[in-house]
Protein backbone atom coordinates (compact mmCIF):
# COMPACT_ATOMS: atom_id res chain seq x y z
CA UNK A 1 0.00 0.00 0.00
CA UNK A 2 2.30 2.84 -0.99
CA UNK A 3 0.24 5.59 -1.57
CA UNK A 4 -2.00 7.58 0.28
CA UNK A 5 -5.10 6.88 -1.83
CA UNK A 6 -4.67 2.88 -1.60
CA UNK A 7 -4.68 3.56 2.33
CA UNK A 8 -8.04 5.92 2.83
CA UNK A 9 -9.15 3.46 -0.07
CA UNK A 10 -8.95 0.57 2.08
CA UNK A 11 -10.49 2.14 5.49
CA UNK A 12 -13.21 3.10 3.79
CA UNK A 13 -14.05 0.25 1.88
CA UNK A 14 -13.75 -1.66 4.84
CA UNK A 15 -16.15 0.73 6.58
CA UNK A 16 -18.68 0.25 3.74
CA UNK A 17 -18.17 -3.55 3.33
CA UNK A 18 -18.92 -4.17 7.13
CA UNK A 19 -21.86 -1.33 6.80
CA UNK A 20 -23.52 -3.62 3.79
CA UNK A 21 -23.11 -7.27 5.68
CA UNK A 22 -24.67 -5.45 8.83
CA UNK A 23 -27.85 -4.82 6.65
CA UNK A 24 -27.82 -8.37 5.01
CA UNK A 25 -27.57 -10.79 7.95
CA UNK A 26 -28.95 -13.32 5.81
CA UNK A 27 -25.90 -13.37 3.29
CA UNK A 28 -22.47 -15.06 4.10
CA UNK A 29 -20.51 -12.64 6.35
CA UNK A 30 -18.30 -10.80 4.03
CA UNK A 31 -20.92 -10.73 1.07
CA UNK A 32 -23.80 -9.12 -0.14
CA UNK A 33 -25.38 -8.07 -3.97
CA UNK A 34 -23.59 -7.81 -6.85
CA UNK A 35 -21.93 -4.50 -7.39
CA UNK A 36 -18.92 -3.90 -9.81
CA UNK A 37 -15.35 -4.37 -8.95
CA UNK A 38 -13.60 -0.93 -7.39
CA UNK A 39 -10.83 -1.80 -9.04
CA UNK A 40 -11.50 -3.57 -12.63
CA UNK A 41 -14.95 -2.42 -13.40
CA UNK A 42 -15.30 -4.66 -16.28
CA UNK A 43 -16.61 -7.44 -13.64
CA UNK A 44 -18.42 -7.67 -10.56
CA UNK A 45 -18.39 -8.45 -7.04
CA UNK A 46 -19.84 -9.38 -3.69
CA UNK A 47 -17.20 -8.49 -1.11
CA UNK A 48 -14.70 -5.55 -2.86
CA UNK A 49 -12.22 -8.43 -3.61
CA UNK A 50 -12.53 -11.46 -5.49
CA UNK A 51 -14.04 -10.68 -9.49
CA UNK A 52 -17.10 -12.72 -10.24
CA UNK A 53 -17.10 -13.47 -14.36
CA UNK A 54 -20.54 -14.53 -14.99
CA UNK A 55 -21.51 -17.06 -17.88
CA UNK A 56 -24.95 -19.36 -18.43
CA UNK A 57 -26.89 -20.85 -20.80
CA UNK A 58 -30.74 -19.20 -20.40
CA UNK A 59 -33.70 -20.45 -22.28
CA UNK A 60 -37.31 -18.65 -23.03
CA UNK A 61 -39.39 -20.63 -20.68
CA UNK A 62 -37.33 -21.13 -17.59
CA UNK A 63 -39.97 -18.87 -15.60
CA UNK A 64 -43.43 -19.15 -17.22
CA UNK A 65 -44.54 -22.28 -18.51
CA UNK A 66 -45.42 -22.20 -22.32
CA UNK A 67 -47.15 -25.33 -24.91
CA UNK A 68 -49.19 -25.13 -28.06
CA UNK A 69 -51.54 -27.14 -25.78
CA UNK A 70 -53.62 -25.56 -22.60
CA UNK A 71 -52.42 -25.61 -19.71
CA UNK A 72 -48.93 -25.79 -20.45
CA UNK A 73 -46.39 -28.33 -19.35
CA UNK A 74 -44.23 -26.69 -16.85
CA UNK A 75 -40.06 -26.51 -17.42
CA UNK A 76 -38.70 -29.24 -15.46
CA UNK A 77 -36.86 -26.16 -13.60
CA UNK A 78 -34.78 -28.52 -11.13
CA UNK A 79 -33.23 -30.33 -14.18
CA UNK A 80 -32.39 -26.88 -15.52
CA UNK A 81 -30.60 -26.23 -12.40
CA UNK A 82 -28.71 -29.62 -12.95
CA UNK A 83 -28.12 -29.02 -16.53
CA UNK A 84 -26.02 -25.34 -15.52
CA UNK A 85 -23.88 -26.94 -12.65
CA UNK A 86 -23.03 -29.86 -14.30
CA UNK A 87 -21.42 -27.58 -16.88
CA UNK A 88 -20.53 -25.12 -14.46
CA UNK A 89 -22.40 -22.46 -15.80
CA UNK A 90 -23.35 -19.31 -12.74
CA UNK A 91 -25.91 -17.20 -14.69
CA UNK A 92 -29.21 -17.30 -15.79
CA UNK A 93 -31.50 -14.78 -17.85
CA UNK A 94 -35.38 -15.46 -16.15
CA UNK A 95 -37.28 -14.69 -19.50
CA UNK A 96 -40.68 -12.99 -18.20
CA UNK A 97 -43.68 -12.95 -20.77
CA UNK A 98 -46.60 -10.54 -20.77
CA UNK A 99 -49.14 -11.51 -23.27
CA UNK A 100 -51.16 -14.90 -22.31
CA UNK A 101 -49.64 -15.85 -25.81
CA UNK A 102 -46.14 -16.08 -28.09
CA UNK A 103 -46.35 -16.00 -31.40
CA UNK A 104 -43.22 -17.93 -32.67
CA UNK A 105 -41.52 -17.07 -36.10
CA UNK A 106 -43.46 -19.94 -37.78
CA UNK A 107 -46.44 -17.77 -36.97
CA UNK A 108 -47.44 -20.63 -34.48
CA UNK A 109 -48.59 -20.06 -31.01
CA UNK A 110 -47.38 -21.16 -27.38
CA UNK A 111 -49.97 -20.27 -24.40
CA UNK A 112 -48.50 -18.76 -21.66
CA UNK A 113 -48.54 -18.82 -17.75
CA UNK A 114 -48.55 -17.64 -15.10
CA UNK A 115 -49.00 -13.84 -16.00
CA UNK A 116 -48.45 -11.14 -13.32
CA UNK A 117 -52.24 -9.89 -13.36
CA UNK A 118 -55.39 -11.72 -11.65
CA UNK A 119 -57.77 -12.76 -13.88
CA UNK A 120 -61.65 -11.54 -12.43
CA UNK A 121 -63.60 -11.41 -15.14
CA UNK A 122 -66.14 -10.41 -15.94
CA UNK A 123 -65.96 -10.93 -19.70
CA UNK A 124 -63.70 -13.17 -21.69
CA UNK A 125 -60.21 -12.39 -22.86
CA UNK A 126 -58.80 -13.11 -26.37
CA UNK A 127 -57.72 -16.68 -25.21
CA UNK A 128 -61.33 -18.24 -23.97
CA UNK A 129 -60.56 -17.48 -20.39
CA UNK A 130 -61.21 -15.02 -17.92
CA UNK A 131 -60.32 -11.00 -18.35
CA UNK A 132 -57.53 -9.37 -16.17
CA UNK A 133 -58.17 -6.93 -13.30
CA UNK A 134 -54.91 -4.65 -13.91
CA UNK A 135 -55.46 -3.23 -10.29
CA UNK A 136 -55.21 -6.44 -8.84
CA UNK A 137 -51.97 -8.77 -9.05
CA UNK A 138 -51.71 -12.29 -9.40
CA UNK A 139 -49.84 -14.26 -6.04
CA UNK A 140 -48.96 -17.06 -8.26
CA UNK A 141 -46.94 -15.40 -10.42
CA UNK A 142 -44.75 -13.79 -7.83
CA UNK A 143 -44.77 -16.20 -5.38
CA UNK A 144 -43.05 -18.61 -8.55
CA UNK A 145 -40.85 -15.81 -9.39
CA UNK A 146 -39.35 -15.86 -5.78
CA UNK A 147 -39.20 -19.31 -5.59
CA UNK A 148 -37.22 -19.65 -8.85
CA UNK A 149 -34.72 -16.95 -7.33
CA UNK A 150 -34.64 -18.81 -4.17
CA UNK A 151 -33.94 -21.86 -5.79
CA UNK A 152 -31.14 -20.61 -8.18
CA UNK A 153 -29.73 -18.85 -4.71
CA UNK A 154 -29.69 -22.00 -3.24
CA UNK A 155 -27.50 -23.54 -5.85
CA UNK A 156 -25.23 -20.58 -6.45
CA UNK A 157 -26.43 -19.19 -9.28
CA UNK A 158 -26.96 -15.04 -10.27
CA UNK A 159 -30.40 -14.92 -11.62
CA UNK A 160 -30.90 -11.56 -14.23
CA UNK A 161 -34.85 -10.90 -14.08
CA UNK A 162 -36.48 -9.80 -16.67
CA UNK A 163 -39.42 -7.50 -15.98
CA UNK A 164 -41.03 -7.01 -19.44
CA UNK A 165 -41.01 -8.88 -22.97
CA UNK A 166 -40.61 -6.85 -26.56
CA UNK A 167 -42.28 -9.74 -28.54
CA UNK A 168 -45.09 -9.59 -26.26
CA UNK A 169 -46.21 -6.17 -27.99
CA UNK A 170 -46.10 -6.97 -31.48
CA UNK A 171 -45.60 -9.00 -34.43
CA UNK A 172 -41.41 -8.17 -34.86
CA UNK A 173 -41.56 -9.56 -37.81
CA UNK A 174 -43.89 -8.57 -41.25
CA UNK A 175 -43.29 -12.61 -41.92
CA UNK A 176 -45.58 -13.23 -38.83
CA UNK A 177 -49.27 -13.48 -39.88
CA UNK A 178 -50.53 -12.80 -36.06
CA UNK A 179 -49.36 -10.46 -33.65
CA UNK A 180 -49.29 -11.39 -29.35
CA UNK A 181 -50.68 -7.93 -28.97
CA UNK A 182 -54.39 -9.55 -29.16
CA UNK A 183 -53.48 -11.44 -26.13
CA UNK A 184 -52.31 -8.60 -24.18
CA UNK A 185 -53.87 -7.84 -20.66
CA UNK A 186 -53.40 -3.81 -21.64
CA UNK A 187 -55.46 -4.72 -25.38
CA UNK A 188 -58.28 -2.98 -24.47
CA UNK A 189 -60.40 -6.43 -25.17
CA UNK A 190 -58.68 -8.13 -22.82
CA UNK A 191 -59.25 -6.05 -19.37
CA UNK A 192 -62.24 -4.70 -16.85
CA UNK A 193 -60.26 -1.45 -16.25
CA UNK A 194 -61.29 0.11 -19.59
CA UNK A 195 -57.34 0.29 -20.86
CA UNK A 196 -56.24 0.65 -24.40
CA UNK A 197 -52.41 -0.08 -24.82
CA UNK A 198 -52.49 0.59 -28.42
CA UNK A 199 -52.83 4.68 -29.13
CA UNK A 200 -53.08 4.98 -32.29
CA UNK A 201 -54.73 2.08 -33.12
CA UNK A 202 -52.36 0.22 -35.84
CA UNK A 203 -53.09 -3.34 -34.02
CA UNK A 204 -50.09 -3.18 -32.73
CA UNK A 205 -48.70 -2.56 -28.24
CA UNK A 206 -45.46 -0.37 -29.11
CA UNK A 207 -46.84 2.53 -26.92
CA UNK A 208 -47.22 0.73 -23.49
CA UNK A 209 -42.80 0.49 -24.04
CA UNK A 210 -42.65 4.28 -24.29
CA UNK A 211 -43.78 6.92 -21.83
CA UNK A 212 -47.25 9.19 -22.74
CA UNK A 213 -49.92 7.01 -21.24
CA UNK A 214 -49.90 7.35 -17.49
CA UNK A 215 -52.35 5.15 -16.71
CA UNK A 216 -50.39 2.32 -18.02
CA UNK A 217 -47.02 3.41 -16.64
CA UNK A 218 -48.51 3.54 -13.33
CA UNK A 219 -49.84 0.21 -13.71
CA UNK A 220 -46.33 -0.66 -14.60
CA UNK A 221 -44.63 0.90 -12.09
CA UNK A 222 -46.62 -1.23 -9.55
CA UNK A 223 -46.05 -4.51 -11.39
CA UNK A 224 -41.90 -3.48 -11.00
CA UNK A 225 -42.24 -2.18 -7.48
CA UNK A 226 -44.00 -5.28 -6.25
CA UNK A 227 -40.91 -7.73 -8.18
CA UNK A 228 -38.42 -5.31 -6.36
CA UNK A 229 -40.29 -5.86 -3.06
CA UNK A 230 -39.93 -9.63 -3.08
CA UNK A 231 -36.92 -10.39 -4.97
CA UNK A 232 -34.87 -7.30 -2.73
CA UNK A 233 -33.99 -10.41 0.19
CA UNK A 234 -31.91 -11.81 -2.25
CA UNK A 235 -28.10 -11.16 -3.41
CA UNK A 236 -28.10 -13.27 -6.59
CA UNK A 237 -30.57 -10.89 -8.56
CA UNK A 238 -29.70 -8.23 -11.28
CA UNK A 239 -32.99 -6.64 -12.85
CA UNK A 240 -33.21 -6.36 -17.02
CA UNK A 241 -36.04 -4.34 -18.00
CA UNK A 242 -36.97 -5.64 -20.90
CA UNK A 243 -35.97 -8.07 -23.72
CA UNK A 244 -35.63 -6.49 -27.02
CA UNK A 245 -37.97 -3.87 -26.73
CA UNK A 246 -37.81 -1.54 -30.01
CA UNK A 247 -36.09 1.40 -30.47
CA UNK A 248 -38.40 3.84 -28.95
CA UNK A 249 -38.78 2.47 -25.94
CA UNK A 250 -34.99 3.91 -24.83
CA UNK A 251 -37.03 6.58 -22.89
CA UNK A 252 -39.65 4.25 -20.86
CA UNK A 253 -36.35 2.02 -19.76
CA UNK A 254 -34.39 4.37 -18.46
CA UNK A 255 -37.37 5.65 -16.44
CA UNK A 256 -37.94 2.19 -15.38
CA UNK A 257 -34.18 1.86 -14.37
CA UNK A 258 -34.33 4.71 -12.61
CA UNK A 259 -37.54 3.84 -10.74
CA UNK A 260 -35.70 0.81 -9.36
CA UNK A 261 -33.18 2.75 -8.53
CA UNK A 262 -34.80 5.51 -6.21
CA UNK A 263 -37.38 2.54 -5.09
CA UNK A 264 -34.34 0.57 -3.55
CA UNK A 265 -33.04 3.24 -1.94
CA UNK A 266 -34.40 3.31 1.71
CA UNK A 267 -34.26 -0.88 1.24
CA UNK A 268 -31.64 -2.76 2.66
CA UNK A 269 -30.37 -4.07 -0.36
CA UNK A 270 -29.67 -2.49 -3.72
CA UNK A 271 -29.31 -4.76 -7.02
CA UNK A 272 -27.74 -3.76 -10.09
CA UNK A 273 -29.69 -2.96 -13.45
CA UNK A 274 -29.16 -4.77 -17.16
CA UNK A 275 -30.33 -2.80 -19.95
CA UNK A 276 -30.31 -4.98 -23.54
CA UNK A 277 -30.28 -4.64 -27.38
CA UNK A 278 -33.83 -2.79 -28.61
CA UNK A 279 -34.34 -4.55 -31.91
CA UNK A 280 -37.73 -4.71 -33.86
CA UNK A 281 -38.45 -5.42 -37.41
CA UNK A 282 -41.36 -3.26 -38.53
CA UNK A 283 -41.11 -0.50 -36.09
CA UNK A 284 -37.03 0.08 -36.01
CA UNK A 285 -34.49 -1.05 -33.37
CA UNK A 286 -32.33 1.08 -30.79
CA UNK A 287 -28.75 1.67 -30.68
CA UNK A 288 -25.98 0.33 -28.43
CA UNK A 289 -25.05 4.48 -27.76
CA UNK A 290 -28.70 4.11 -25.86
CA UNK A 291 -27.47 1.48 -23.71
CA UNK A 292 -23.56 3.27 -23.18
CA UNK A 293 -25.20 5.64 -22.33
CA UNK A 294 -28.27 4.51 -20.12
CA UNK A 295 -28.80 4.12 -16.45
CA UNK A 296 -27.96 0.57 -16.37
CA UNK A 297 -24.92 -0.97 -15.07
CA UNK A 298 -24.85 -4.04 -17.17
CA UNK A 299 -25.96 -4.20 -21.10
CA UNK A 300 -26.43 -6.61 -23.83
CA UNK A 301 -25.48 -5.00 -27.18
CA UNK A 302 -26.21 -5.49 -30.59
CA UNK A 303 -23.30 -7.43 -32.90
CA UNK A 304 -22.62 -4.04 -33.12
CA UNK A 305 -20.39 -1.77 -36.02
CA UNK A 306 -19.58 -4.21 -38.58
CA UNK A 307 -20.71 -7.32 -36.79
CA UNK A 308 -17.40 -7.46 -34.41
CA UNK A 309 -19.18 -8.64 -31.57
CA UNK A 310 -20.01 -11.41 -33.91
CA UNK A 311 -16.88 -12.30 -34.96
CA UNK A 312 -13.71 -10.22 -33.26
CA UNK A 313 -15.28 -8.74 -30.13
CA UNK A 314 -14.39 -5.27 -28.96
CA UNK A 315 -11.95 -5.19 -25.82
CA UNK A 316 -14.00 -4.73 -22.33
CA UNK A 317 -12.86 -0.64 -21.10
CA UNK A 318 -14.83 -1.31 -18.31
CA UNK A 319 -17.39 2.00 -19.18
CA UNK A 320 -20.36 -1.18 -18.57
CA UNK A 321 -20.01 -4.77 -17.77
CA UNK A 322 -20.76 -6.23 -21.18
CA UNK A 323 -23.17 -9.34 -21.12
CA UNK A 324 -22.79 -11.09 -25.11
CA UNK A 325 -25.31 -12.42 -25.31
CA UNK A 326 -26.28 -14.72 -28.56
CA UNK A 327 -29.56 -13.61 -28.08
CA UNK A 328 -28.50 -10.56 -29.84
CA UNK A 329 -25.16 -11.96 -31.45
CA UNK A 330 -24.95 -14.94 -33.71
CA UNK A 331 -21.52 -15.78 -33.36
CA UNK A 332 -20.22 -16.78 -36.77
CA UNK A 333 -18.07 -20.12 -35.70
CA UNK A 334 -20.83 -22.48 -35.94
CA UNK A 335 -19.88 -24.64 -32.70
CA UNK A 336 -19.28 -21.03 -30.67
CA UNK A 337 -16.40 -22.16 -28.88
CA UNK A 338 -14.13 -20.01 -30.44
CA UNK A 339 -16.59 -16.50 -29.77
CA UNK A 340 -16.78 -17.95 -25.95
CA UNK A 341 -13.19 -17.66 -25.63
CA UNK A 342 -12.59 -14.40 -27.71
CA UNK A 343 -15.50 -12.84 -25.28
CA UNK A 344 -13.77 -13.67 -22.34
CA UNK A 345 -10.72 -12.69 -23.07
CA UNK A 346 -11.69 -9.46 -24.17
CA UNK A 347 -13.45 -8.90 -20.76
CA UNK A 348 -16.73 -9.94 -21.67
CA UNK A 349 -19.36 -12.36 -20.19
CA UNK A 350 -20.83 -14.57 -22.86
CA UNK A 351 -23.98 -16.02 -21.88
CA UNK A 352 -25.75 -18.37 -24.73
CA UNK A 353 -29.52 -18.65 -25.81
CA UNK A 354 -30.18 -22.51 -25.33
CA UNK A 355 -33.08 -25.07 -26.06
CA UNK A 356 -31.79 -27.19 -23.48
CA UNK A 357 -32.94 -30.99 -23.41
CA UNK A 358 -34.85 -30.37 -20.54
CA UNK A 359 -38.67 -31.46 -20.08
CA UNK A 360 -41.28 -29.02 -20.22
CA UNK A 361 -38.97 -26.53 -22.96
CA UNK A 362 -40.61 -26.95 -26.65
CA UNK A 363 -38.44 -27.17 -29.24
CA UNK A 364 -37.73 -23.56 -30.82
CA UNK A 365 -37.33 -23.30 -35.08
CA UNK A 366 -34.68 -21.43 -34.42
CA UNK A 367 -32.82 -24.01 -32.43
CA UNK A 368 -33.26 -27.32 -34.99
CA UNK A 369 -30.70 -26.28 -37.53
CA UNK A 370 -30.90 -22.35 -37.34
CA UNK A 371 -28.65 -20.23 -36.11
CA UNK A 372 -29.01 -21.12 -31.77
CA UNK A 373 -28.83 -24.55 -32.88
CA UNK A 374 -28.02 -26.16 -29.30
CA UNK A 375 -23.70 -27.35 -29.04
CA UNK A 376 -22.83 -29.40 -25.74
CA UNK A 377 -19.28 -28.19 -27.00
CA UNK A 378 -20.69 -24.45 -26.60
CA UNK A 379 -21.87 -25.14 -22.92
CA UNK A 380 -19.03 -26.96 -22.05
CA UNK A 381 -16.33 -24.14 -23.25
CA UNK A 382 -18.17 -21.63 -21.19
CA UNK A 383 -17.63 -24.00 -18.09
CA UNK A 384 -14.04 -23.82 -18.99
CA UNK A 385 -13.75 -20.55 -19.31
CA UNK A 386 -15.58 -19.44 -15.27
CA UNK A 387 -12.56 -22.52 -13.84
CA UNK A 388 -10.23 -20.55 -15.59
CA UNK A 389 -11.46 -17.06 -14.02
CA UNK A 390 -11.55 -18.71 -10.87
CA UNK A 391 -7.96 -20.03 -11.27
CA UNK A 392 -6.61 -16.76 -12.11
CA UNK A 393 -6.32 -13.19 -10.26
CA UNK A 394 -8.95 -11.78 -12.31
CA UNK A 395 -9.50 -8.97 -10.17
CA UNK A 396 -6.10 -7.63 -11.70
CA UNK A 397 -6.14 -9.23 -15.40
CA UNK A 398 -7.39 -6.83 -17.85
CA UNK A 399 -7.85 -7.57 -21.49
CA UNK A 400 -5.54 -6.77 -24.59
CA UNK A 401 -5.78 -6.74 -28.30
CA UNK A 402 -2.43 -5.56 -28.64
CA UNK A 403 -0.41 -8.08 -30.90
CA UNK A 404 2.79 -6.64 -29.72
CA UNK A 405 2.25 -8.32 -26.30
CA UNK A 406 0.20 -11.14 -27.30
CA UNK A 407 0.26 -12.44 -30.80
CA UNK A 408 -3.32 -13.84 -30.73
CA UNK A 409 -4.55 -10.19 -29.94
CA UNK A 410 -6.70 -12.06 -27.29
CA UNK A 411 -5.00 -12.24 -24.04
CA UNK A 412 -6.27 -11.31 -20.44
CA UNK A 413 -2.79 -10.01 -19.03
CA UNK A 414 -1.09 -8.94 -15.19
CA UNK A 415 1.20 -7.43 -16.98
CA UNK A 416 4.80 -9.16 -15.88
CA UNK A 417 2.24 -11.90 -13.56
CA UNK A 418 -0.08 -14.15 -15.40
CA UNK A 419 -1.80 -13.73 -18.78
CA UNK A 420 -4.42 -16.28 -20.54
CA UNK A 421 -4.51 -16.72 -24.08
CA UNK A 422 -6.54 -18.00 -27.05
CA UNK A 423 -5.27 -19.35 -29.55
CA UNK A 424 -7.35 -20.43 -32.92
CA UNK A 425 -4.64 -19.75 -35.41
CA UNK A 426 -1.55 -21.87 -37.34
CA UNK A 427 1.45 -21.98 -35.92
CA UNK A 428 3.13 -20.27 -32.59
CA UNK A 429 1.96 -17.65 -30.67
CA UNK A 430 3.92 -15.18 -29.12
CA UNK A 431 4.13 -13.27 -25.69
CA UNK A 432 6.10 -10.35 -24.38
CA UNK A 433 7.61 -11.43 -21.35
CA UNK A 434 9.43 -9.62 -18.61
CA UNK A 435 12.33 -11.51 -17.01
CA UNK A 436 11.53 -14.13 -14.64
CA UNK A 437 10.97 -17.98 -13.74
CA UNK A 438 7.37 -18.97 -15.46
CA UNK A 439 5.14 -21.59 -15.51
CA UNK A 440 3.35 -22.02 -18.71
CA UNK A 441 0.64 -24.99 -19.47
CA UNK A 442 -1.84 -25.37 -22.71
CA UNK A 443 -5.36 -25.96 -22.12
CA UNK A 444 -8.32 -27.75 -23.76
CA UNK A 445 -11.10 -25.08 -24.50
CA UNK A 446 -14.15 -27.72 -24.19
CA UNK A 447 -13.22 -29.92 -21.43
CA UNK A 448 -10.67 -27.99 -19.55
CA UNK A 449 -7.95 -30.81 -19.68
CA UNK A 450 -3.84 -29.79 -19.15
CA UNK A 451 -2.62 -30.43 -22.88
CA UNK A 452 1.19 -29.64 -22.10
CA UNK A 453 2.98 -27.99 -19.53
CA UNK A 454 6.44 -26.16 -18.98
CA UNK A 455 8.70 -24.30 -16.87
CA UNK A 456 10.98 -20.98 -18.12
CA UNK A 457 13.61 -18.99 -17.14
CA UNK A 458 13.97 -15.06 -18.58
CA UNK A 459 16.93 -13.32 -18.12
CA UNK A 460 15.81 -9.90 -20.16
CA UNK A 461 12.31 -9.07 -21.00
CA UNK A 462 11.78 -10.51 -24.57
CA UNK A 463 9.25 -11.77 -27.20
CA UNK A 464 8.69 -15.34 -26.09
CA UNK A 465 7.14 -18.78 -28.59
CA UNK A 466 4.93 -21.06 -27.50
CA UNK A 467 3.88 -23.69 -29.88
CA UNK A 468 0.55 -25.56 -29.18
CA UNK A 469 0.74 -29.06 -28.42
CA UNK A 470 -1.70 -30.22 -31.49
CA UNK A 471 -3.57 -28.75 -34.57
CA UNK A 472 -6.59 -27.37 -32.89
CA UNK A 473 -7.52 -24.29 -30.92
CA UNK A 474 -5.98 -24.03 -27.28
CA UNK A 475 -5.95 -21.92 -24.36
CA UNK A 476 -2.50 -20.76 -23.39
CA UNK A 477 -2.02 -19.84 -19.18
CA UNK A 478 1.25 -18.23 -18.37
CA UNK A 479 2.23 -17.38 -14.77
CA UNK A 480 4.87 -16.35 -13.05
CA UNK A 481 6.90 -18.07 -10.41
CA UNK A 482 9.09 -14.89 -9.64
CA UNK A 483 8.06 -13.14 -6.05
CA UNK A 484 7.14 -9.44 -6.99
CA UNK A 485 9.44 -7.31 -5.06
CA UNK A 486 8.30 -5.67 -1.73
CA UNK A 487 7.59 -2.07 -2.30
CA UNK A 488 8.31 0.73 0.43
CA UNK A 489 5.55 2.26 2.06
CA UNK A 490 5.05 5.84 3.08
CA UNK A 491 4.07 6.81 6.24
CA UNK A 492 0.07 8.19 5.97
CA UNK A 493 -0.17 12.14 7.70
CA UNK A 494 -2.54 11.54 10.41
CA UNK A 495 -4.53 14.48 9.00
CA UNK A 496 -5.47 12.73 6.17
CA UNK A 497 -7.14 9.42 7.81
CA UNK A 498 -9.14 12.15 10.46
CA UNK A 499 -10.17 13.50 6.91
CA UNK A 500 -11.06 10.04 5.34
CA UNK A 501 -13.14 9.38 8.92
CA UNK A 502 -14.53 12.76 8.82
CA UNK A 503 -15.80 11.76 5.27
CA UNK A 504 -17.20 8.59 6.55
CA UNK A 505 -19.49 10.35 8.94
CA UNK A 506 -21.76 12.14 6.29
CA UNK A 507 -23.67 9.07 4.06
CA UNK A 508 -23.91 11.83 0.77
CA UNK A 509 -19.83 11.49 0.51
CA UNK A 510 -18.39 8.38 1.15
CA UNK A 511 -15.72 7.75 -0.59
CA UNK A 512 -14.57 4.36 -1.24
CA UNK A 513 -11.34 5.01 -3.70
CA UNK A 514 -9.77 8.87 -3.84
CA UNK A 515 -7.20 9.92 -6.11
CA UNK A 516 -3.62 10.79 -4.64
CA UNK A 517 -3.04 14.14 -3.53
CA UNK A 518 0.01 14.54 -5.59
CA UNK A 519 -1.56 15.64 -9.56
CA UNK A 520 -5.45 14.61 -10.69
CA UNK A 521 -5.66 13.70 -13.85
CA UNK A 522 -8.48 13.20 -16.46
CA UNK A 523 -8.25 9.07 -16.41
CA UNK A 524 -8.58 9.14 -12.36
CA UNK A 525 -11.93 8.80 -10.42
CA UNK A 526 -13.21 8.81 -7.48
CA UNK A 527 -16.12 7.00 -6.41
CA UNK A 528 -19.00 8.04 -4.23
CA UNK A 529 -21.82 5.87 -2.95
CA UNK A 530 -25.27 7.28 -1.75
CA UNK A 531 -26.44 10.50 -3.02
CA UNK A 532 -22.80 11.92 -4.73
CA UNK A 533 -23.46 13.96 -7.45
CA UNK A 534 -22.69 13.25 -11.54
CA UNK A 535 -21.92 15.73 -13.77
CA UNK A 536 -22.98 14.13 -16.49
CA UNK A 537 -26.68 13.67 -15.74
CA UNK A 538 -26.97 10.66 -14.06
CA UNK A 539 -25.55 8.67 -11.23
CA UNK A 540 -23.74 5.63 -11.97
CA UNK A 541 -24.70 2.30 -10.19
CA UNK A 542 -20.63 1.83 -9.57
CA UNK A 543 -20.85 5.24 -8.36
CA UNK A 544 -18.08 6.44 -10.84
CA UNK A 545 -17.77 10.12 -10.79
CA UNK A 546 -15.13 11.37 -13.36
CA UNK A 547 -12.73 13.92 -11.92
CA UNK A 548 -12.71 15.91 -15.24
CA UNK A 549 -16.23 16.16 -16.22
CA UNK A 550 -17.60 17.88 -19.15
CA UNK A 551 -16.82 21.66 -19.09
CA UNK A 552 -18.33 24.30 -16.96
CA UNK A 553 -18.31 21.84 -14.03
CA UNK A 554 -16.32 21.04 -11.34
CA UNK A 555 -15.01 17.81 -9.88
CA UNK A 556 -16.95 16.06 -6.91
CA UNK A 557 -13.92 16.43 -4.43
CA UNK A 558 -10.88 18.73 -4.94
CA UNK A 559 -7.85 18.56 -2.92
CA UNK A 560 -6.92 22.09 -1.67
CA UNK A 561 -3.29 22.90 -0.77
CA UNK A 562 -2.84 25.43 1.27
CA UNK A 563 -0.02 27.16 3.78
CA UNK A 564 0.84 24.99 6.83
CA UNK A 565 -0.48 27.20 9.92
CA UNK A 566 -1.24 26.46 13.22
CA UNK A 567 -4.85 26.28 12.79
CA UNK A 568 -4.91 24.85 9.05
CA UNK A 569 -3.35 21.64 7.79
CA UNK A 570 -1.85 21.37 4.77
CA UNK A 571 -4.33 19.09 2.58
CA UNK A 572 -7.63 19.00 3.12
CA UNK A 573 -10.57 17.45 0.93
CA UNK A 574 -12.77 20.00 -0.15
CA UNK A 575 -16.34 20.00 -2.07
CA UNK A 576 -16.23 22.22 -5.37
CA UNK A 577 -17.12 26.14 -4.92
Known sequence: MNTIAEFLAAVLCQSLVAASCFAAQSAPEGHGPLRVHPSNPRYLTDDGNRAIYLTG?????????????????????????????????NFIRLWAWESAAWVRPDSSKLWLEPLPFARTGPGVAADGRPK?????????????????????????????????????????????????????????????????????????????????NDRVTAI?????????????????????IGNECHGASTAWQYHMLQLIHAHEKEMPKRHLTWMTYQWDGIAGRGTDNDLWRSPATLVSPSAGKDRAYEHAPPVADGTKIVIA???????????????????????????????????????????????????????????????????????????????????????????????????????????????GTFNARWIDPVVGDELA??????????????????????????KSLTKPQAKARRRVPVRLEMAANRLLSNRHDEITRIASNSGLSSSQNVTVHGDGPDFRGEVRENGTVPLAPPKGTGPCFRLARRKVTKHQPAEKWTSPP
Open 325 to 435: DTDHINPRDRDRVAWIWKCFTRGLHPIFMDNPPVPGCPAHPDFTNGPHKPSERTRSAMGVTRTIAETIDLANMTPTDDRSICSSGYCLTSPGREYVVWHDQQGLVRLMLPA
Open 132 to 212: FDLNKLNPAYFERLRNRVAAANDRNFYVGVMLFQGFSVSRKSRSRRETPWAYHPLHHANNINGINGDADGDGEGYEIHQLG
Open 453 to 478: AERLTLRVRSSRQFKPPGNGPSVLHV
Open 57 to 89: LHTWLDFQDGGVDYPPAPLDYNAYLDLLERHHH
Open 220 to 240: QETLVRKVVDILNEFDNVVFE
